[in-house]
């Protein structure tokens, strides 16, 4: 069972290898695997925003009509002046206005505002002098090219120089590509996550339509500002990455070799740069109120316990082929 389980997990580090070497053969046109995910689904979620809006606005009709009924009898029943009943109504008038100017306004605004924050994101990346573009496969091929820019130091080694260096070297190799694969997936999960949840969610916009029913629609303002902030702060990071890959990279010149010390410094600074990947984002995003939906941090917990849940449901199975295996062997006994 535990060789098995080894051959598993080989196997999955097989093809997740083979993955990230399509991904950085084909990233320089502009075709990388982690680019691609992303274009199947922006397009696969095209129209959803204008779906979700048409259902938005059948919500609210129901809503508006009973809430102003609602209004209107709780006016008349008050038996108030008629300069209170003008002054309700007009309130309410303005209300409902108002809800409908929300409505009405929704599809353009919806992805203006995520557009604003990214530009926002990407203003301040380039008064660093680096122009960000929200690329999963290019962050990968960063890391790759910081890998390739160490292991060029080793090409005019002897072997006994080779083994020398070969742990220091390959081990920060490893630690940059991983950090570099966990700051392209945190921007990859919130790339679909604004494709997904904003535009699938925007019905929530019809719940506007009544006071009971109004902070579902509030709760679906906050994620929008959350998914925003998430992509403001995944940009900052993917910036600041482009700049700090620039200057590793330029540590390391081939046929020279480095000090081993460079070699774990730029793995220990790239794996703090992981780290700010996988928790800044979804930190900020809490601090204006509501929690990101999905971040990989997120879709990491959710991949164990789903693993757990498998893990244990093949060992209720096992269980259970036991005991019928049991069952079955008595069974024959007695008919002995």
Known sequence: MRRRGVGTRALLYVVAFVLVAQDMATAANGNGVLDQVNVDFKAATNGWLDAAMQIARTIFVTLIGAEVSYALIQIFLQK??????????????????????????????????????????????A?????????PSQVMGQGWDIAGAMNDTTENLNWLEFAKAAIPVEFS???????????????????????????????????????????????????????????????L??????????????????????????????AGDALVYCLIAWNAPRFVAG????????????????????????????????????????????????SK
């Open 80 to 125: 108030r002046s008629l300069d209170d009943f003008i002054s309700g109504l007009t309130l309410k008038i303005i209300a409902v206005g108002a809800a409908v100017s929300v409505l009405s306004l929704a599809p353009t605004f919806i992805p203006g505002l995520l557009d604003d924050f990214m530009r926002i994101g990407s203003q301040i990346s």
């Open 127 to 135: 008064s660093g002098g680096h122009v960000v573009t929200l690329s």
């Open 287 to 334: 601090m204006v109120g509501a929690s990101p939906v999905m971040s990989f941090a997120g879709a990491y917990a959710s991949a164990r316990d789903a693993g757990g849940q498998v893990a244990g449901a093949a060992r209720g199975a096992a269980h259970v082929g036991n005991s019928v295996q049991g069952a079955i062997e008595r069974a024959a006994s007695f």
């Open 173 to 235: 190799q490893l630690l940059v590509i991983i950090s570099y694969s966990v700051v392209a997936g945190s921007l990859l999960l919130t790339l679909i996550e604004s494709y997904v949840v904003v535009a699938g969610g925007a019905f929530l916009l019809g719940f506007i339509g009544s006071r009971w029913t109004t902070p579902w629609a509030e709760r679906y303002f906050a994620m929008l500002i959350a998914v925003a902030v998430k992509l403001t702060v995944i940009m």
């Open 237 to 266: 990071i993917v910036g600041l990455g482009d700049s700090l890959s620039t200057k590793w990279i330029s540590l390391f010149k081939p046929g020279a070799i480095n000090d081993f010390v460079d070699y774990f410094a730029v």
